[in-house]
């Protein structure tokens, strides 16, 4: 039976990389670090980054990631 209160793995991402103030390229994470913020397996973080980068959610700048304009009104969207 599948919890109906589990967040999908792109959205747990998008909420660590709030958390984690990643919202401009100075504060951009690598995939290193987003592996140790949000504790996803390999292919999990990097669907649910291609995911993110896809909707427009997160940008990706060389090897670093961060939020999008549209990524943070998202997450505005979920607290409030």
Known sequence: MNDVYEVA????????MHNMSS???????????????CG?????LTKALDELVCYGY???????YHLSRLGISVIRSVYT
């Open 58 to 64: 997160v940008v990706k700048n060389d090897s670093t």
């Open 9 to 16: 793995p792109s959205m747990r991402l998008l909420i660590a």
């Open 40 to 44: 996803m397996s390999y292919d999990e």
């Open 23 to 37: 919202i401009d390229q100075p504060s951009a994470l690598n995939f290193s670090e987003l592996t140790g913020v």
